[in-house]
């Protein structure tokens, strides 16, 4: 993988925990989101850059292992919705997995160190691929986050097929008890691709998945910097052990304490906007 690509995955991940998955829509909320991401990308992500080049100007041939190695530590805590705990954890972490079978219990210790903020709807566009070869774009782009705690009914319309064989279909809000029109959606999609073979089911599966991915839960975690700082050194002692030689070259050790140096600079300001 080149540098540019090592870069850009891991800038993807932080600018996405900085302003969580973000929604389609007009509202302020969506507006609010986009503000963030403008936030970390003109100050943020400058000020990070600006120092990982500092930290490296004696061996810039490291950068595009750093970015890497930076990638590959912080990936697993990031969840879509902004939150930071064990959201794909290493098997070296999972000391808890082997003494306890209940997922309750596994849960508990995945959590335990988060506050539990609130569970919300979050409407955003969104593929749904279905095994039986059928993908679906659900078009999300006119509806507005819902406000406080309110609830109301998605409808969905056919949209067309488009270049990439994709069903689209648009996502709105029903009014005055409008329904969703399953029968024309089918016939409509029956004729697009030319396919009798769709069904009921298809339509009702796709919907289903879509809605089922729109919940999320929101976390604060109770104390994120000491938290990332002990993982990160857990995961730099394991690769340490599993990858590095006994006797390292000071310029190995130099490299590798640049790491860590960055890691914990980025550890530092996920905390500061945590808090």
Partial sequence: MTLQKEKSRFWSILENLYSGAEPDGQSGYVNLIKQKRRYFTE??????????????????????ELYNKLYTFFEPYFSDTGSVFFVKSYIYYKQYERIYTNEDVKLFWKTKDLYYIKSDILIRSMEVKLEEGYIFYFDAS???????????????????????????????????????KENEIIKKVRKALGDKKFKSEHLQKAIQTFEKQMKVDYFIHRDLERFLKEQFNLWLSQYLFGHEEVN????????????KDVAYRVIEVIAKFEE
């Fill in 43 to 64: 100050f943020v992500k400058p000020k990070l850059e600006e120092y990982v080049s500092q930290r490296l100007k004696d061996f810039p041939e490291f950068e595009e």
């Fill in 142 to 180: 006119t509806v507005e986050h819902k406000k406080s705690n309110e609830k109301r009914k998605l409808i969905y319309f056919f949209d067309k097929v488009d270049e990439k064989g994709r069903i689209v279909l648009k996502v709105e809000y029903s009014e005055r008890g409008k329904e969703t």
């Fill in 248 to 259: 390292l070259p000071l310029d190995r050790i130099n490299k590798l304490l640049a790491l």
